[in-house]
Structure formats: structure tokens, C-alpha cells
Nanobody
Framework: QVQLVESGGGLVQPGGSLRLSCAASGSTLSYYVMGWYRQVPGKQRELVATIGSSTNYANSVKGRFTISRDNAKNTVYLQMNNLKPEDTAVYYC?????????WGQGTQVTVSS
């Protein structure tokens, strides 16, 4: 069983930056492909970025967001730069393996002036 806890969300002005963190307990994150997803009310949850042997990004965030992991700290990060109002969503951390999938509780990111 893996427990994922996100942090770092908040209110930021357009063009600003935030760094989200996802701290894991219960297992070693190096066993999993880690990802960040986001969801707005009334829409499906969508992929933002994943990191395994390589990284993968949604087209809408390429060049602005960076996913990284620190296996020693059992933590995954999402650095978000040049934020836009359309980035407003609840951001969820995900741990995926062939056998299991785990989700965090989400952290709200609001981009508004």
C-alpha cells in the first residue's frame, strides 16, 4: 500500500510559478511510474506529466512544467512556470505499476489575477 500526499498548491498570478510535491510512504517510489494529473469540475482527469525511465508531458504544458523525482526522499515534484488561468485545477499525484495504481488526495492550484 502506497500513501501519496501532495502539497504546494495555492493561488498564483498569471505568469507566476509553483512547485508541487508528492511525498510517498509505504513503498519505494522507484518501483513505480509517477505522474501528475489534473481535473476541473465537470471534466475528466487529464494527464499532465509522467516520469519513469523517461519523461512525458501534455502538449499544453510542454516547455513550462518539469516533473522530477528524488528517490532518496521518496518524493516527486512538478515545477510549474509561466502559469496560465487555464492551468487552474486540482492536481493529483499518481503511482502506477502493472499491479497497482495509487492516487493522492489532490492539491488545488488557482491561477488568477
Amino acid at each position: 500500500q502506497v500513501q501519496l500526499v501532495e502539497s504546494g498548491g495555492g493561488l498564483v498570478q498569471p505568469g507566476g510559478s509553483l512547485r508541487l510535491s508528492c511525498a510517498a510512504s509505504g513503498s519505494t517510489l522507484s518501483y513505480y511510474v509517477m505522474g501528475w494529473y489534473r481535473q476541473v469540475p465537470g471534466k475528466q482527469r487529464e494527464l499532465v506529466a509522467t516520469i519513469g525511465s523517461s519523461t512525458n508531458y501534455a502538449n499544453s504544458v510542454k516547455g513550462r512544467f518539469t516533473i522530477s523525482r528524488d528517490n532518496a526522499k521518496n518524493t516527486v515534484y512538478l515545477q510549474m512556470n509561466n502559469l496560465k488561468p487555464e492551468d487552474t485545477a486540482v492536481y493529483y499525484c499518481n503511482a502506477y505499476s502493472l499491479q497497482y495504481t495509487y492516487w493522492g488526495q489532490g492539491t488545488q492550484v488557482t491561477v488568477s489575477s
